[in-house]
């Protein structure tokens, strides 16, 4: 089940509902009166959509771009930078739309994105 081919159509599908939610919270971000946003959150939340957005479309072209059968560091790659983006833009949100830190859950977020571009990269450098 967790093949190749699976997690690259994964990839795409949640890429894509990555950019449709990004959509939705760009509009929210420029649109919601400041009192449904803690103090500062408003330039919070624009940051995590931005964020959100690239790693969506990112996740977009690895999906589109692994074709050819790709190693399982490209295989964990994808798939943490999904988690990755996932729990740090949902603590980002959080802090933005209630003022609360989220314990790590937006640094644990941001550091798995990190080591899964690195694996990406290692991944693409034992492939050339």
Do not use: K
């Not at 159509?9 to 919270?25: E, S």
């Amino acid at each position: 089940m967790l093949t190749g081919p699976f997690l690259t159509r994964l990839w795409r599908i949640c890429g894509a509902l990555l950019v449709a939610t990004g959509t939705i919270m760009g509009a929210l971000t420029a649109h919601l009166p400041d009192a449904h946003f803690a103090e500062g959150g408003r330039a919070i939340a624009r940051s995590a959509m931005e964020m959100q957005m690239w790693q969506g479309l990112a996740l977009v072209a690895l999906g589109l771009g692994l074709t050819q059968r790709p190693n399982r560091l490209l295989l964990c790659g994808g798939c943490g930078v999904l988690a990755g983006t996932l729990l740090f833009c949902a603590g980002v949100y959080d802090t933005a739309f209630t003022g609360h830190h989220g314990s790590h859950i937006a640094p644990s977020g941001g550091s798995l994105l990190i080591a899964s571009w690195l694996a990406l990269a290692i991944g693409w450098m034992r492939r050339a």
